[in-house]
């Protein structure tokens, strides 16, 4: 005797092979009809925006950074994004920009992490950066940051750094002390410094 044969509708047949599909489209389509009020939508945003807030939190509050971490970061911090576009766009970056992209960047996987050259410079040497980038000096303010940098590492390894890195930046200290530390530095180093010879030069005339 021949099976019995059943004979389904094409809509029928979709649903016994896919069930799920028709139940996750229902409620879509019910949000789509839905007219929120003004309030409800300022709401809804509000606690997107705090649960945005408090996750930025969580993850700046901790030392690591994974990539999720990081995918997060350049998704939803929005002055973290704006450094990054300066910095894609060869925009120089104030101190304060500096703190707040080592801040977001944390230490990676691999425990590398960024070192912060104003963290050795003196407030009045933080200044004269930051009134660099503003003026668009960002060959001179470059010189600044590789001045601090070398100290911080000279710091991190304990070691005294010399005479003419701890003294007071002058065209003159610059030239005779700093720059021979740099002698194997490519060209745009070089010409960093020479920018921030000849404004500090310009400065005390």
Known sequence: MAAATTNYSQLERRSIATPAEGFAAFPAKVADNLTL???ARDRLASEQSANVETRLAAIKGTPTRTAEDMNYLLTHDT???????KQNNGIGLTSSEINYDLE????DASGLKGINPMASLSADEIQMHDDLIASGNKAAAGALSAIGMTREIAAMEG??????L????TATNIRQHIL?????ADAETHASFEALIQYLGTRLA
């Open 37 to 39: 009020s003004q309030d």
């Open 104 to 107: 977001c960047r944390g230490t």
């Open 79 to 85: 002055k973290f994004i704006a450094i990054c576009d």
């Open 166 to 169: 701890r003294s007071e930046l």
């Open 180 to 184: 021979p530390m740099f002698k194997n």
């Open 159 to 164: 070691v005294e750094p010399s005479p003419g």
